[in-house]
C-alpha cells in the first residue's frame, strides 16, 4: 500500500494527492497522516510544489467531507428521529436528544465543523451531523475548507522539515487516532449499557 501510494504521487502529482485524500474521506485505507507528508517530502525534494500539495490535499480533502455531509442531508433529522424511536438504544440516542443535539449544533456548528477537521478520526464523522442538521451548504464549505487547510498544511509541512523521515508523523500521530477510536467505542459502549428507552420506568 504504501508503495502504490507512493507511486501514484509520482505519476499523477497533484491530482494523485487529491485522489488519495478523496480516498481517506470516503474509506480510509490509507491515513491522511501518511498521504500528506509523503507528498510534503517530495515537494522538499523539488518535485513538487508545497503550495501546490496543500492545495491538492485540501481539494481532495473537502470532496469526501461534502459526500459525508449530503449522507447527512439524505438522513434528515425527522428520518433521525423515526430511527432513534424504533432504534434507540443501538444509536443510544432518543428522539429528544436529537432535538437538543440539533439545537446544540446550531448554535456551534461552525466551530465543531473546524475543530472536528482536526481530529483524527473525527474528520469524516463530524461531516455527517452537520448534513442532518440542515448546516448552510457555504457555510459548511467555509468551515470544513479552514479547518481541512490547517491540518493539510500541518501534515505537508512536516513531511517538507523532516525530509527522509516524513513517516515518522504518522508514528506520532497513530497514538492519537488510535486513543480517539478507543474513546468512541467506549462511549458508545456505555451508552448502549445505560440506554434507557423515554417512558421506561
Not at 12 to 21: E, H, K, N, Q, R
Not at 124 to 129: A, D, K, W
Not at 151 to 179: C, H, I, K, M
Amino acid at each position: 500500500m504504501f508503495d502504490w501510494t507512493t507511486g501514484l504521487i509520482e505519476q499523477s502529482g497533484y491530482a494523485g494527492i487529491a485522489f488519495l485524500m478523496l480516498l481517506e474521506n470516503l474509506f480510509p485505507p490509507i491515513p491522511s497522516e501518511l498521504i500528506m507528508p509523503m507528498a510534503g517530502y517530495m515537494a522538499g525534494q523539488g518535485r513538487l510544489s508545497l503550495i501546490g500539495v496543500i492545495l491538492a490535499g485540501c481539494v481532495g480533502s473537502v470532496l469526501g467531507a461534502l459526500f459525508w455531509y449530503y449522507v447527512g442531508r439524505w438522513v434528515g433529522l425527522e428520518r433521525l428521529k423515526r430511527w432513534a424511536a424504533a432504534h434507540g438504544r443501538w444509536l443510544t440516542i432518543s428522539p429528544d436528544e436529537v432535538d437538543q443535539a440539533k439545537h446544540w449544533f446550531d448554535r456551534y456548528a461552525g466551530v465543531s465543523v473546524f475543530i472536528g477537521r482536526l481530529i483524527p478520526a473525527i474528520r469524516t464523522l463530524i461531516s455527517v451531523p452537520a448534513g442532518i442538521g440542515g448546516m448552510n451548504l457555504v457555510a459548511f464549505l467555509a468551515w470544513s475548507t479552514a479547518g481541512t487547510a490547517l491540518w493539510t498544511t500541518f501534515l505537508a509541512g512536516a513531511g517538507y522539515l523532516l525530509g527522509s523521515r516524513f513517516d515518522q508523523v504518522e508514528a506520532w500521530l497513530n497514538p492519537v487516532s488510535n486513543l480517539v477510536i478507543a474513546a468512541l467505542v467506549l462511549i458508545y459502549a456505555y451508552r448502549v449499557i445505560t440506554f434507557k428507552q423515554p417512558g421506561a420506568g
